[in-house]
């Protein structure tokens, strides 16, 4: 099993930059596809990016495509959300989540809300 822990989530300004961080448990971290997703105030979680412990493939929610950066370190257990040219519709509760072999884990999720 891994735990994931958000953090980073605060109030931004439009237009503005922002790095959310995941931490997680476990010694078989790097073997696990970590991703980012989101759930707006009345919305459905969504997709918002993902990258692969195999090669470090990363993929992207077409909303954020050229302005968010997913990325991880192994060796500190962590996956990180480069957020930048923030937008009020980006306001969201941000959830990492970790795929393994078909078995889902999610972390509490960190609130980020953008001010227009």
């Known amino acids: 099993q891994v735990q994931l822990v958000e953090s980073g989530g605060r109030l931004v300004q439009t237009g503005g930059s922002l790095r959310v961080s995941c931490a997680a448990s476990?010694?078989?971290?790097?073997?696990?596809?970590m991703a980012w997703f989101r759930r707006a105030p009345g919305k459905e979680r969504e997709f918002v990016a993902a990258i692969k412990w195999r090669d470090a493939g990363t993929y992207y929610a077409d909303s954020v495509k050229g302005r968010f950066t997913i990325s991880r370190d192994n060796a500190k257990n962590v996956v990180y959300l480069q957020m930048n040219n923030l937008k009020p519709e980006d306001t969201a509760v941000y959830y990492c989540?970790?795929?393994?072999?078909?078995?889902?884990?999610w972390g509490l999720g960190t609130q980020v809300t953008v001010s227009s």
């Open positions: 476990g010694r078989t971290f790097s073997t696990y596809t």
């Open positions: 989540a970790a795929n393994r072999d078909g078995t889902d884990y």
